[in-house]
């Protein structure tokens, strides 16, 4: 079943308290679970419970790690939930949920060179994919991982990704030297950088960017695309039916006809199949 | 012994709890909560065909509250029936819970036809239609907002069905005593209060709504006073029986709305933000009954 569990805060952290040139308002909160508490997948999200019960709706935040009784989220102060998130102290309790939606899917496609492509946030998942994919090795494929991060801002947790990718390109607005292989511009002038033919590619970010990678995967060969969308939640259990999101039934690429499926982001997602999205303008 | 059960448009309900539709989904809340302790069960709002809700986004957060403009989302008539309905009896063996369908439509037309869909189904016991809906066949005010509306629409769907109809009514509206008395006089076998507040919210920094379809409905702890209120004043000015539902999130909570005159309560919002809620609100429900010595729901005083 799936169900609330109180945890306790082990630490919740600024970035700038974590690492040079932090963002201070980006913060990294570890909790310890209690025993019992589910596995988790990458790509998989929890729904966060705010003390503050006017505060009605949970939050639903990608978990960045999960190891032995601890959970980690990476979120930035958006709002005033996680305003007031942001303010809780060690050894608060707080109330989650356990591991929601479908995560990244590692085995049913023909997954080959792995290639994680996230904007900003949307490293926070791929955090977890990425050091849940090292602990597989022999896993053939799974070896050679690489990362295209692109960021608005001051680039973060590089030093923690690169712990799990062969290679990193960092795509800035503002390049830095200090920085190895940053390139100037977004995701997709990172792609450059990297051979994309025959990858999986993982993405993660904001929804103008996954639209990008969508259209521009479609003319690489061999390629294929899952994508973690977001949408505002009301239960994350798939029972309100507030987060859908619109997809092609037939994501045959050659036929001009779809049929429009609704599928709720929550539960069959948050991650998709990057061509079978229909994407805003 | 406490005896929880309740009659209801002449159906027995095990106990007065009831999910109230939008909240309850038989596939998914099977996995949050055992919904066959429950009175009855009330499902989402359905039509006569499709229907594919609003744009996103469709949630919105308000203080003690959430905003939803889902738009009844829907498959349709013909898949409630193939799906939800074996999905859900099979869900039901052994248990006394009792199935009612929530109907959503746009004219007259549609509701009939999906009334006379629904009632060749002898699962559903109780059919539940949702006047909140636009009239879009006649310029797109709501019928719960016309009393003449809401008498026409129960007076020719209480010639389509035998199963007991229970009238939803929408609190925005002037008068809402003028409206379930009409509800009444055309034959309702219950009625049911409140649906959704008329609301919405402004996202300042991008300088529009945060609903797609820029108002939606208020729903949760935020509307429970308002909800209170209307069910008092229903109740006394009719004498079939009243679903209340409104921000319930207690035991101590329903009892406030069998006190207002409910006989009968559904827990909506409150098992979106906790799966368990109905359960829960049923344990405490009984727990106060207890203490209070009170054997039945009908021995809980009204105001």
Redesign the interface.
């Known amino acids: ?2 169900i ?1 569990t109180e945890v306790k805060i082990i630490e919740n952290l600024p970035l700038s308290q974590i690492e040079p040139a932090g963002d201070e308002n980006i913060f990294l909160i570890k909790m310890e679970l209690k025993s019992g508490y589910a596995d988790s997948k990458p790509g998989q999200f929890v729904n966060v ?1 705010l003390n503050n ?6 939050r639903p935040i990608s978990i960045y790690d999960h190891y032995d009784n601890v959970i980690e989220l990476l979120y930035a102060v958006t709002g005033e ?1 996680t305003a007031e998130l942001s303010t809780y102290k060690n050894n608060q309790t707080i109330r989650i949920s356990s591991p929601l939606g479908n995560g990244f899917d590692l085995y049913s496609e023909d997954i080959k060179k792995i290639v994680l492509v996230g904007g900003g946030m949307g490293i926070a998942p791929l955090h977890y994919l990425a050091k849940s994919i090292h602990k597989q090795e022999s896993v053939s494929g799974f070896e050679d991982v690489k990362a295209v991060f692109g960021f608005n801002g001051q680039p973060f947790l590089l030093n923690e990704i690169k712990k799990y990718t062969s290679r990193t390109v960092v795509c800035s607005e503002n390049p830095q030297k200090s920085i190895i292989e940053c390139v100037k511009g977004n995701v997709l002038d990172g792609f450059a950088e990297i051979e994309l033919e025959n990858s999986s590619l993982f993405c993660c970010g904001p929804s103008p960017m996954l639209k990008a990678v969508s259209i521009y995967s479609q003319n690489i060969n061999n390629i294929n695309l899952q994508v973690s969308l977001e ?5 994350g ?9 619109k997809l092609k039934s037939n994501s045959d690429e050659n036929c001009d006809k779809h049929e ?1 499926i ?1 599928k709720k982001v929550c ?1 069959d997602g948050p991650v998709f199949a990057g061509n079978e999205v229909i994407w805003n303008d | 012994m406490i005896d929880l059960s309740v009659n209801i448009g002449g159906i027995r309900w095990n106990n007065p709890i009831t999910t109230a539709s939008g909240t309850f989904s038989p596939f998914d809340s099977k996995e949050l909560y055992d919904y066959s302790k429950l009175g009855a069960v009330t499902t989402k709002g359905v039509s006569i065909v499709p229907w594919i809700g609003n744009e996103t986004p469709r949630i919105a957060e308000a203080s003690s509250g959430m905003l939803n403009a889902v738009g009844l989302e829907n498959p349709g008539v013909d898949s409630y029936l193939n799906n939800d309905i074996p999905f859900l009896t099979e869900s039901l063996v052994g248990a006394e819970c009792k199935i009612i369908t929530n109907v959503a439509g746009h004219s007259e037309d549609d509701y009939i036809k999906a009334v006379t869909k629904l009632n060749t189904c002898d699962h559903i016991n109780m059919l539940e239609i949702n006047v909140s809906c636009p009239n879009i066949s006649q310029g797109g005010m709501s019928f719960g907002t016309d009393s003449k509306a809401v008498f026409k629409l129960t007076d020719k769907l209480k010639k389509e069905t035998d199963k007991p109809l229970i009238i939803k009514l929408t609190p925005n509206v002037t008068d809402i005593c003028e409206i379930a008395v009409a509800a009444e006089e055309a034959g309702a076998d219950a009625i049911s209060l409140i649906n959704t507040l008329s609301a919405m919210r402004i996202d300042i920094e991008k300088a529009k709504s945060v609903l797609a379809n820029t108002k939606g409905g208020l729903s949760g702890p935020a509307v429970k006073p308002v909800a209170l209120r209307m069910v008092y004043d229903v109740s006394n000015v009719v004498n079939i029986p009243i679903i209340g539902m409104g921000g319930i999130s207690s035991g101590n909570d329903a009892v406030e709305f069998f006190m207002a005159g409910a006989s009968a309560i559904a827990v909506g919002t409150a098992a979106l933000i906790t799966p368990d809620a109905p359960i829960r609100i049923l344990k405490e429900l009984e727990e106060y009954m207890n203490v209070h010595n009170y054997k039945k729901i009908d021995d809980i005083p009204a105001i």
């Open positions: 079943m799936k609330i419970y019960q006017s505060k009605l709706l949970p939930g949408e505002r939640m009301g239960c259990f798939g029972v309100c039916v507030g987060c859908t999101v429009i609704q539960k």
